[in-house]
């Protein structure tokens, strides 16, 4: 979850960490994942309690329905 977990593969350093895993909507600038953050939610998933690739799939889903909910703002 930013700004914990940064770059390409954060969803993988934050499972490998056990710690808080997420979705966020954020501002792209120059700097990798600085922008600001727009949305975020916190998976209810805890990442013990599944396997890597589970948890990659729960979190693409989450993320789809953060982006329909962001975009209903709009």
């Not at 350093?13 to 895993?21: H, L, V």
């Not at 120059?30 to 600001?36: C, I, N, P, Q, Y």
């Amino acid at each position: 979850l930013l700004p914990a977990f940064k770059g390409l593969h954060a969803a993988e350093a934050s499972w490998e960490a056990k710690s808080k895993m997420g979705v966020t909507i954020h501002n792209v600038i120059a700097e990798l994942d600085a922008g600001e953050i727009l949305m975020q939610k916190e998976s209810s998933q805890p990442p013990e309690s599944l396997g890597l690739g589970e948890s990659l799939v729960f979190l693409r889903a989450a993320e789809q329905r953060l982006l329909r909910e962001f975009s209903m703002r709009f």
